[in-house]
């Protein structure tokens, strides 16, 4: 059973600055960051069409949840409930998008590395959401997953920015009522086991 949350505090400096926090931190300027950090390891891409096909399909397409969900009709009406369960919608076919175009065009091992840890990270989330009826933290999954692989593949130097940021993140969704400490917790271990086991697997 997961902790029931208490009320959301006012609105308030501290309130601004846990939303600015939560704001930079939301899972596409996440992988938007990292894809282009990848940039700079060499032999990550195979050509550039693969860093374009990331951003789209893991950056670019779950943002577009937040304007579509003013339209749709089965989520238009539904506040933020509806933003997450959309944006929850896009996530996931994105990065179904990704690994299908990945096997499509031959995609490099680096790349098809990171597709299949956000798809199966993806789908872990759903069946616990699901199934368990634990809320894991979709937020803190997209975060730490990125600094995860960030550290594997630039280096582990980043941990010095990421630990931190995280840990920022972490209070920030705690005190503005998201998340309990667990939920965050899980959301952000289930994209590091996917990334070690598709690094064994694929590296």
């Known amino acids: 059973m997961e902790d029931k949350e208490t009320k959301a505090p006012k609105k308030g400096a501290k309130w601004c600055i846990a939303k600015i926090i939560r704001v930079i931190t939301v899972p596409p300027l996440m992988a938007l960051a990292a894809f282009s950090l990848f940039l700079t390891v060499d032999d990550f891409y195979s050509s550039i069409w693969e860093y374009v096909a990331a951003v789209c399909f893991i950056a670019l397409l779950p943002i577009a949840a937040y304007p579509l969900q003013l339209i749709i009709p089965p989520f238009k009406h539904r506040g933020r409930e509806g933003q997450r369960a959309l944006a929850f919608v896009m996530c996931n076919l994105g990065y179904v998008l990704s690994v299908v175009y990945a096997i499509i065009f031959s995609a490099g091992r680096p790349i098809l590395t990171m597709f299949l840890t956000y798809l199966l990270s993806g789908a872990t989330l759903l069946a616990v959401n699901k199934l368990f009826r634990f809320k894991a933290s979709g937020h803190s999954c997209g975060l730490v997953g990125p600094l995860a692989a960030l550290a594997y593949f630039v ?14 993140a972490l209070v920030s969704s705690v005190y503005m009522k998201r998340h309990t400490v667990m939920q965050f917790i899980v959301g952000g271990i289930i994209p590091v086991v996917w990334l070690i086991v598709c690094i064994l697997i694929l590296m």
Not at 155 to 168: F, N, Q
């Open 155 to 168: 280096g582990p130097a980043l941990l010095a920015v990421g630990i931190p940021l995280t840990a920022a």
